[in-house]
């Protein structure tokens, strides 16, 4: 609408449509864990969920959101790194939307079978070798008469698994 005497109102109708939802999760490459293992290092991208509530509103939530995969893809990094796989590689997911439910017979609250939007994520996982702690050499310490009692620190041992997280 114009507005005397240089301004305009304006007015936007959005129409938001039906909300995309997790569908199937598929992983490959992973060999060394299982893949409920994985999926849970996914905190964000799960395929279930709880009703919708104000207090839980964000648990576990079953919406789909490629911020929140971009987020689960580096936190999925940091996991098999924390398990002595330094150099994994997750590779970039791929994700089809595909439209499921709303044929064949349903029973309410048991097995709805309403119809609806999810996005399938394909996940390829590249592991890398596993690497162990050899050795540690401490340099320039000068708080402790003997530097090697630092190790004990870094909760690892010498011939268990690298972790970043416990050297950070």
Do not use: C
């Not at 995309?20 to 293992?37: E, Q, R």
């Not at 349903?106 to 690497?131: D, M, Q």
């Amino acid at each position: 609408e114009q507005m005397p005497p240089t301004s305009l109102a304006l007015t936007f109708v959005v129409n938001d449509g039906p909300k995309v939802k997790v569908g199937d999760i598929n992983l490959t490459g992973n060999n060394s864990f299982t893949k409920s293992w994985v999926t849970w290092q996914m905190k964000m991208m799960h395929p279930y969920g709880i009703p919708h509530s104000i207090v839980l509103e964000n648990v576990l939530p079953k919406t789909f959101d490629t911020d929140k995969l971009e987020y689960d893809m580096e936190k999925l990094r940091e996991a098999y790194q924390d398990k002595g796989y330094y150099q994994v590689k997750v590779l970039d997911p791929d994700v089809k939307i595909v439209q499921r439910g709303g044929s064949g017979w349903r029973l309410p609250l048991i097995k709805p079978n309403n119809l609806g939007i999810f996005a399938n994520i394909h996940v390829p996982i590249e592991e890398g070798r596993l690497y162990h702690l050899h050795a540690a050499n401490f340099v320039g310490v000068k708080l402790f008469r003997d530097p090697s009692a630092l190790i004990q620190l870094l909760s690892m041992r010498v011939g268990y698994a690298f972790s970043r997280e416990k050297l950070t």
